[in-house]
């Protein structure tokens, strides 16, 4: 899930007795949308109140990592806008 294996991998392999023997399979990651949501979060003592913000869409590979920017305003947990 997340890549498709190329077609010139080989059909089989040989195994030997050894240990810890290297299988080379090359893949090809996935793109995916990826849709954030950016919520204003009210809270008045009883109830939590969720505000949508921002929205931000874009595309990603399977095990990249994405650098986001916050909407003007936000921060991220860590105090951070990246």
């Not at 299988?23 to 949501?37: A, D, S």
């Amino acid at each position: 899930m997340g890549y498709d294996t190329l077609k010139n991998n080989p059909k089989s392999y040989i195994f030997t007795k050894k240990y810890n023997q290297t299988i080379n399979l090359k893949v090809k990651p996935h793109t995916k949308y990826v849709t954030l949501y950016f919520n204003q979060v009210d809270y008045d003592g009883k109830h939590k109140k969720l505000t949508l913000y921002a929205t931000m869409y874009f595309l990603a590979m399977t095990g990249q990592t994405a650098t986001i920017l916050t909407p003007a305003g936000f921060t991220f947990k860590d105090g951070s806008t990246v």
